[in-house]
């Protein structure tokens, strides 16, 4: 009876320690995917800050190209902020997002060579956070 007792008891250690195995090995792969989300998230923001320093640069020919650079950026804001919960990613979002309400209102105020400064220091500023 003392044996039989005995390996149920090893049975159920054994149990409880692969849920608490499986699931710690889960809550790692949340903050794995989240870091991953941040990083590929930030790539998109910087190919999009790529795109308006080039829209900036022909904004004589084509102007649409300007705000949809924006958009794209703001698209990819919305995506990243929705996944994370990490108070400086957070942050470094918010002031991405300024940067371009900035410079999406001094294009519509006429300004078609925008000074993009403050998103570019702001989308380094993401990259940084995420890649840290």
Same mark, same amino acid.
């Given at each position: 009876? %003392?044996?039989?007792?005995?390996r149920?008891?090893?049975?159920?250690?054994?149990?409880?320690?692969?849920?608490?195995?499986? !699931?710690?090995l889960?809550?790692?792969?949340?903050?794995? #995917? @989240?870091?991953?989300?941040?990083? *590929?998230? %930030?790539?998109?923001?910087?190919?999009?800050?790529?795109? /308006? *320093?080039?829209?900036?640069?022909?904004?004589?020919?084509?102007p649409?190209?300007?705000?949809?650079?924006?958009?794209?950026?703001? =698209?990819? /804001?919305?995506?990243?902020?929705?996944? $994370?919960? #990490? %108070?400086?990613? #957070? =942050?470094?979002?918010?002031? /991405?997002? @300024? !940067?371009? $309400?900035?410079?999406?209102?001094?294009?519509? #105020?006429?300004d078609? $060579?925008?000074?993009?400064?403050?998103?570019?220091?702001a989308?380094?500023? /993401?990259?940084?956070?995420? $890649?840290?």
């Amino acid at each position: 009876m %003392a044996a039989s007792r005995r390996r149920r008891m090893t049975a159920i250690a054994g149990a409880v320690a692969a849920v608490a195995l499986t !699931a710690g090995l889960t809550t790692g792969c949340d903050a794995v #995917n @989240k870091a991953l989300d941040c990083v *590929q998230t %930030a790539d998109a923001i910087a190919q999009s800050v790529n795109d /308006l *320093q080039q829209a900036v640069q022909t904004a004589a020919d084509d102007p649409t190209q300007l705000e949809e650079s924006l958009a794209s950026i703001d =698209k990819n /804001l919305d995506e990243i902020g929705d996944k $994370t919960d #990490n %108070a400086d990613v #957070n =942050k470094a979002v918010d002031s /991405l997002q @300024k !940067a371009v $309400t900035d410079t999406r209102t001094a294009v519509e #105020n006429g300004d078609t $060579t925008p000074d993009i400064s403050g998103i570019t220091d702001a989308a380094g500023e /993401l990259t940084k956070v995420c $890649t840290s």
